[in-house]
T-cell receptor
Framework: AQRVTQPEKLLSVFKGAPVELKCNYSYSGSPELFWYVQYSRQRLQLLLRHISRESIKGFTADLNKGETSFHLKKPFAQEEDSAMYYCALEGGTGFQKLVFGTGTRLLVSP | NAGVTQTPKFQVLKTGQSMTLQCAQDMNHEYMSWYRQDPGMGLRLIHYSVGAGITDQGEVPNGYNVSRSTTEDFPLRLLSAAPSQTSVYFC?????????????FGQGTRLTVV
């Protein structure tokens, strides 16, 4: 079965502090992994995907197949990073069927 | 640049009533899908469509019907609403639905069934 676990419901940090949002997955094959973000009063949108190996808004995420993790990191948090973050997995063949974690709310205080 | 538009934003239904949640996209995307989000759970796939005239079931399809008569529209129908269908519903589209394509989401419909 495919599963995504985000163990923290809320992560509260101060501006300038490092941030790590945890994501672990369960999937027997080679998954595609994503981070989606929802800012206040905005719609859910793609932040980054592991296959692109990109850094978006200072965030990076590395797929660790040994630990089945895809943690989202940023070295210096900004207040505008405050949002709900969802880790998502896409497994199997065929068409897109995303499996989402329960989300972590990141709160960055001044 | 409307993207994915869902209507209504909020709805209260009585048990047994029927209704249709509307979803429209203006990006000429082939792939559209419906998710529901319940407290303490991630989004779960209800139904999806890979193009006009083609639909299939997702993880939690029971109690919902869909159709795709045009590329733009993908309505979700509740034939006889139940309290268990109280949830936030999200419609999404992507260019072709292949793996690793970006999903674009609507703003959600908050449905309460009493």
């Amino acid at each position: 079965a495919q599963r995504v676990t985000q163990p923290e419901k809320l992560l509260s940090v101060f501006k300038g502090a490092p941030v790590e949002l945890k994501c672990n997955y369960s999937y027997s094959g080679s998954p595609e992994l994503f981070w989606y973000v929802q800012y206040s009063r905005q719609r859910l949108q793609l932040l980054l995907r592991h296959i692109s190996r990109e850094s978006i808004k200072g965030f990076t995420a590395d797929l660790n197949k040994g630990e089945t993790s895809f943690h989202l990191k940023k070295p210096f948090a900004q207040e505008e990073d405050s949002a709900m973050y969802y880790c998502a997995l896409e497994g199997g063949t065929g068409f897109q069927k995303l499996v989402f974690g329960t989300g972590t709310r990141l709160l960055v205080s001044p | 640049n409307a993207g994915v538009t869902q209507t209504p934003k909020f709805q209260v239904l009585k048990t047994g009533q029927s209704m249709t949640l509307q979803c429209a996209q203006d990006m000429n995307h082939e792939y559209m899908s419906w998710y529901r989000q319940d407290p303490g759970m991630g989004l779960r796939l209800i139904h999806y469509s890979v193009g006009a005239g083609i639909t299939d079931q997702g993880e939690v399809p029971n109690g919902y019907n869909v159709s795709r008569s045009t590329t733009e529209d993908f309505p979700l129908r509740l034939l006889s609403a139940a309290p268990s269908q109280t949830s936030v519903y999200f419609c999404a589209s992507s260019a072709n639905g292949l793996k690793n394509t970006e999903a674009f989401f609507g703003q959600g419909t908050r449905l309460t069934v009493v």
